[in-house]
């Protein structure tokens, strides 16, 4: 048993027509037209500027930016209404509001094993550990954005599953004797992802499976305001939801999840 821890595009240019487009950041390869309902909370480089006429032939290359229709959710009052809408915004396909849950210095700790498959996206130093006291900056904020962008996606995706995240009944919760600010969570998880149909109208079916440390925090105690700061992966038991796994082309965990949709 392992210990625990105690505690857009901007500009596009194509040929001689400027284009006013959003994106993820400057080194992102998502593009997507700025339109009225932008959200401009997920692309903060989508311009102000007159939008693309629809007889201009470069607005039929880009598809446009989503518009980021709001889910209703829990108030981030309670570190557990934060791991449930961390849930509902996957299922429910919302980026933004998924992006909201998290702190600005959110740190991912990928799992070792799924690290393995994905060095070139995660590059970790020689001799990585993510555990403390490691500061861990493999995957922070800006990274997990372009994750949520390219994976809560319906044009891919045409539903998004779980069949186990925390449970207040069975799962682990850990205080922090001096600081109350802190509480982690630990507990397995497992989802299916369905594709969009094919050409041919086939669908794959992806499992994810693992386990999640969570670390969620509140900068007041008086006017609680709950984020998750840190997630830490690991792998989880291979038979502990068949529900998830049954049928699926592929089985990962969120590490590997994440290095797949990393751009």
Avoid: H, K
Avoid at 209 to 216: I, N, P, T
């Amino acid at each position: 048993m392992r210990a625990r821890r105690a505690s857009g595009v901007v500009w596009a240019a194509l040929a001689a027509v400027a284009v006013a487009a959003c994106g993820l950041s400057d080194s992102a390869q998502v593009q997507c037209l700025c339109t009225e309902d932008t959200d401009r909370t997920l692309y903060p480089d989508c311009v102000e500027a007159d939008e693309v006429s629809a007889d201009n032939p470069l607005s039929t290359r880009l598809p446009e930016c989503p518009s980021g229709a709001l889910l209703f959710l829990r108030e981030p009052t309670d570190p557990e209404a934060v791991l449930f809408n961390v849930r509902d915004t996957f299922e429910g396909f919302s980026p933004t509001q998924y992006m909201d849950q998290l702190t600005e210095d959110f740190l991912f700790a990928p799992d070792l094993d799924g690290l393995q498959l994905y060095l070139e996206v995660f590059r970790p130093p020689a001799g990585y550990n993510p555990d403390p006291p490691d500061l861990d900056t493999l995957w922070a904020r800006e990274a997990e954005r372009r994750f949520a962008l390219n994976l809560i996606d319906r044009q891919r995706f045409q539903r998004i599953q779980f069949t186990r995240w925390y449970d207040a009944s069975e799962d682990e919760r850990i205080l922090d004797a001096d600081n109350t600010r802190l509480e982690t969570y630990v507990f397995p998880y497992a989802l299916r992802l369905l594709s969009q149909p094919d050409n041919a109208g086939v669908v794959t079916v992806t499992a994810v499976r693992g386990e999640a440390e969570v670390d969620l925090v509140t900068p007041s105690d008086e006017n609680p305001v709950w984020a998750v700061r840190r997630w830490q992966d690991f792998p989880g038991d291979a038979a502990a939801d068949s529900a998830a796994t049954d049928s699926a082309a592929r089985v990962m965990t969120f590490t590997e999840l994440r290095g797949a949709n990393a751009q």
